[in-house]
Structure formats: C-alpha cells, structure tokens
T-cell receptor, first 117, second 114 residues
Framework: AQSVTQLDSQVPVFEEAPVELRCNYSSSVSVYLFWYVQYPNQGLQLLLK??????LVKGINGFEAEFNKSQTSFHLRKPSVHISDTAEYFCAVSEGAGGTSYGKLTFGQGTILTVHP | DTAVSQTPKYLVTQMGNDKSIKCEQN?????MYWYKQDSKKFLKIMFS???????INETVPNRFSPKSPDKAHLNLHINSLELGDSAVYFC?????????????FGAGTRLSVL
C-alpha cells in the first residue's frame, strides 16, 4: 500500500516569489508520481508526472518537480508565482511497472497555495 | 466540448433518499473512476471500471453502486443517503487502467445530505 504526505496544508507567498510545495510518499514498490491542481469549484488538472528517466520533470504553467528516490520525495517548485497560481495542489502516487493496482491513485491531503499581490 | 462531464453539479437531498450522479466522457477512454473528496479535501478512490468491468472496488458501503452502461458512462447510485455521504464526488477517466495513464477529472458533484 502507498501513502502520500503533503507537509504543508497552506502556503502563502507574494507574487513573483519562488515557491516549493513538499510531498513525501511511502511505498513498498516502485511508483509513478503526479501533481494535480484544483482551481476553485473545478476538477483536478494534471500539472506534471514522473514515470521514469530524468528525475527533474517539467509541467504546465512553469511548474517543475524533482523525484528523489532516497528521500522518497517529489517536491513541486515554481521560480516565480502569479496570482493565477492560487489553487489547491495535490500530490499523488500509483504503483509503478508491474503493479496490480490498475491505475489507482493515492492522493495527499492537498496544499492550498495563496499568492498575494 | 467538456471531456469529462458530471451531472448534476450540485445535489441537495434529505437523509434516507436515493440519488444518482451521472458521468460521461467523450475522450474515447477505456477506464473510468469515481473518487470522493471529503470536507477536509481528502481524495479517495471508490471504484474503477475498465470496458464496463469493475476492476477497483475500495471499501465502500454497499449503498453505493456504480453502473457502467457503456465505456463512455459511469454512473453512481447511492441508496439510503446518510449525513456522512456529504462530499464532492469526482468522476475521472483514463486511456487504459494502467498506472502510467493520466486521469482526466470532471468538475465534481457537490452532494449535501440534510
């Protein structure tokens, strides 16, 4: 079984500042990792995913994340945030190659990012 | 066109009633999912269907019954609604049921049980 912990429930930042949203996971098997964003009253939208290969993955809207296997982390970063980045961000994992979970995503508790002018 | 659409968007009902939420995807995907997001925004999978066949069934009360008339639709029927069923329910779909595949989410159905 997997679990995901998002270490910060809320992150307030000023516009144009850098931001890091932290995500740690636990799993006994290899994993695939995802970050989703949820804007108010909307569904979840994929920001980026790590399946294999380069541990630094780039996503939409200038976000990137780095997979660190030894620290079981997948932190999300953006060098300069905009007001429009205000949303809730969810880290998620699924079983990697050879897994039998049929695409089951396990989500973290979410981090609310609030960008202030 | 909306890729994954859910109806209704809001549902307010009394305890003990039976209600359904509909989900349709026009992406040509083979796999569909239902998730529940509770008041603390915690998202948890409930069910998954691949080509109309149930493949994931988490520990969900049997008052919840998914129905997939075809691979483009996955409806959720809830019997004898309870206060604790109040949540936002999200439908999602993916090309296949494998873990690599991106899941596309609908906008959610906010269920309030009074």
């Amino acid at each position: 079984a997997q679990s995901v912990t998002q270490l910060d429930s809320q992150v307030p930042v000023f516009e144009e500042a850098p931001v890091e949203l932290r995500c740690n996971y636990s799993s006994s098997v290899s994993v695939y990792l995802f970050w989703y964003v949820q804007y108010p009253n909307q569904g979840l939208q994929l920001l980026l995913k790590y399946l294999s290969g380069s541990t630094l993955v780039k996503g939409i809207n200038g976000f990137e994340a780095e997979f660190n296997k030894s620290q079981t982390s997948f932190h999300l970063r953006k060098p300069s945030v905009h007001i429009s980045d205000t949303a809730e961000y969810f880290c998620a994992v699924s079983e990697g190659a050879g897994g039998t979970s049929y695409g089951k995503l396990t989500f973290g508790q979410g981090t609310i990012l609030t960008v202030h002018p | 066109d909306t890729a994954v659409s859910q109806t209704p968007k809001y549902l307010v009902t009394q305890m003990g009633n039976d209600k359904s939420i509909k989900c349709e995807q026009n992406l040509g995907h083979d796999t569909m999912y239902w998730y529940k997001q509770d008041s603390k925004k915690f998202l948890k999978i409930m069910f998954s269907y691949n080509n109309k066949e149930l493949i994931i069934n988490e520990t969900v009360p049997n008052r919840f019954s998914p129905k997939s008339p075809d691979k483009a639709h996955l409806n959720l029927h809830i019997n004898s609604l309870e206060l604790g069923d109040s949540a936002v329910y999200f439908c999602a779909s993916s090309q296949e049921g494998g873990s690599k595949n991106i899941q596309y989410f609908g906008a959610g159905t906010r269920l309030s049980v009074l």
